[in-house]
């Protein structure tokens, strides 16, 4: 409950995560993660999809679910931009 965050109609959220490919540290990666050796020279497009689906919302409580029952609850996905890196 302390992660959802509230938005009105039509109010953007800008989200942003560091990454650069060039430091990957693979012996950092963990088995949750798919991983990909970067090839010099080759073109490559990033993005970053959040998903959530309605079932995650069974496992509020009664009084997170009564505090929260005036609000549409968000399910699909988010989409960012497409970086290119090459």
């Known amino acids: 409950m302390s992660n959802m965050i509230f938005i009105k109609a ?8 560091y990454f650069n490919p060039k430091k990957f540290n693979l012996n950092s990666i963990s088995d949750d993660y798919d991983y990909f050796n970067l090839i010099m020279d080759n073109k490559y497009e990033f993005s970053i999809k959040y998903c959530i689906k309605d079932s995650i919302y069974q496992y509020l409580t009664e009084k997170q679910k ?20 090459n």
Do not use: C, T
């Open 66 to 85: 009564n505090s929260v029952k005036r609000y549409k609850l968000f399910s699909g996905s988010l989409d960012s931009n497409i970086l290119k890196w």
């Open 10 to 17: 039509k109010q953007q959220i800008k989200f942003y995560k």
